[in-house]
C-alpha cells in the first residue's frame, strides 16, 4: 500500500535487464552509443517527428529546466499554472537554468490553466517595454500537479494563445504515459500537432532507474541544448545506461502498458474512496494521482498498517495525496480503501 508517489516504486524488470545487458562490453561515451542512436529513431518514429532532436538526462527537474533555457532568456517570462510543478517543486532550477527568468503563475481549477486564464495573464506581461520581463514561453503540465488530464484539444488552445503572442510552448511530461493513455492520444497530437514545440518526456515516474527524454521538435534548437546540458553538468558521461533504459522502457510500447497498469489502479483506488461515506475527491481523478479526503479514523487504521501517502494540507479536513504506479496491485488499492472505510 505504497502511495506515496509513482517515483517510489522499482524499476520495471525489462529496464533491469536491459541495464544489465547494457554493461558488458565498451560502448561510445556522452551520447554516441549504438543504443543511443536506435532511442532516437524510435523516439522519431513515435511521434510521427523525423527531424525531432531528442536527449536524454537523468532527472525530471533538469529536463525541464534545460528545455526551457533554450526558449527562454534571462530576461523573459514563463507562463504555467500556478501549482506547476516548475513553479512548486523545482527549488529555482527553471530560473536557475535561464540565467533569472521569472514564472508567470495562471489560474485554473483543478491544476489546468484554461484560455479566459492565459490570456489574462498575457495581457499583463511584456507591455511594459525595458521595465518589465518579455513574454518567452508557455508551460503546460500533462497529466497535471492536481492528477488531471489536458485533451490535445485543450493544449491546442492554450498554445494558439501563446503562438498569437510569438511564444513556443513546452510540455512538461513527467507523467506523460499516464496523459497519452487517459485520452486516448497519439503522442504527435499531444504534442507538436497541438503546437508543442518542446517535451520533457518522463520515464522515472514510470518504470524507469532514472531517465528523461527532451523532445526538441525544432532541431534548430539542438546545439544549443547540447552546449547548456554540457555546462550544466548534465551529459552523461555513461551515456548508454540512460540509453538502455529509455530503449527498453519504448520496446513493445513497454512505457503505455505500464502507463495502463498505473491509470488502471488509479481508477480503482479513486472510485472505492469516492463511494465511502464521508469521503470524496478533491480533483477529477483522471490518470493516476489522486486528492482525497475521508475521516480522521480511516487515516490512522491506514497508517498503522504501513501505507504510505501524503497527508495534504489543504481544505477539506483529512485530505491526502494518492498515487499508484506500474506495480501498483489490486490487492493494494482493495485493502487501502477497506482500512479507510
Known amino acids: ?54 536527449y536524454l538526462v537523468a532527472t525530471g527537474t533538469v529536463a525541464n529546466s534545460l528545455a526551457l533555457s533554450v526558449y527562454c532568456p534571462p530576461w523573459g517570462a514563463v507562463f504555467c ?96 504515459a499516464n496523459a497519452i493513455v487517459a485520452t486516448g492520444a497519439t503522442p504527435a497530437e499531444m504534442t507538436w500537432k497541438a503546437g508543442i514545440d518542446v517535451l520533457s518526456f518522463g520515464g522515472t515516474k514510470n518504470g524507469c532507474m532514472g531517465v528523461e527524454a527532451v523532445v526538441l521538435f525544432d532541431p534548430a534548437k539542438a546545439w544549443e541544448f547540447e552546449l547548456r546540458r554540457k ?30 497498469q498505473s491509470n488502471r489502479m488509479g481508477a480503482r483506488l479513486s472510485q472505492g474512496i469516492a463511494a465511502l461515506p464521508g469521503s470524496g475527491l478533491i480533483h477529477p481523478a483522471q490518470a493516476n494521482m489522486m486528492f482525497a479526503w475521508f475521516p480522521k479514523a480511516g487515516h490512522d487504521r491506514a497508517k498503522a498498517a504501513g501505507a504510505a501517502y501524503y497527508d495534504w494540507v489543504a481544505p477539506p479536513d483529512g485530505a491526502a495525496r494518492l498515487v499508484c504506479s506500474w506495480s501498483t496491485t489490486e490487492e493494494d488499492t482493495d485493502r487501502f480503501v477497506k482500512l479507510i472505510s
Open 1 to 54: 500500500m505504497f502511495f506515496a508517489s509513482d517515483n517510489t516504486s522499482g524499476a520495471a524488470p525489462e529496464v533491469m535487464a536491459a541495464l544489465s545487458r547494457a554493461n558488458e562490453g565498451y560502448a561510445k561515451s556522452y551520447g554516441a552509443d549504438a543504443i543511443m542512436e536506435r532511442v532516437t529513431e524510435r523516439i522519431r518514429e513515435i511521434f510521427e517527428a523525423p527531424e525531432a532532436a531528442v
Open 81 to 176: 499554472h500556478r501549482n506547476a510543478h516548475i513553479a512548486e517543486d523545482e527549488c529555482g532550477a527553471p530560473e536557475f537554468y535561464s540565467g533569472g527568468a521569472k514564472l508567470v503563475l495562471v489560474e485554473g481549477a483543478h491544476g489546468k490553466m484554461t484560455p479566459d486564464t492565459l490570456a489574462s495573464a498575457l495581457s499583463r506581461i511584456g507591455e511594459s517595454g525595458v521595465h518589465g520581463v518579455q513574454r518567452a514561453i508557455l508551460s503546460i503540465t500533462n497529466v497535471t500537479e492536481a492528477g488531471t488530464v489536458y485533451t490535445p484539444a485543450e493544449v491546442a488552445a492554450l498554445t494558439a494563445l501563446a503562438r498569437a503572442k510569438g511564444l513556443p510552448s513546452h510540455m512538461d511530461g513527467a507523467r506523460f
Open 231 to 260: 555546462r550544466g553538468g548534465h551529459l552523461f558521461s555513461k551515456h548508454r545506461f540512460l540509453s538502455a533504459q529509455m530503449e527498453a522502457y519504448l520496446e513493445g510500447d513497454l512505457w503505455l502498458r505500464l502507463a495502463a
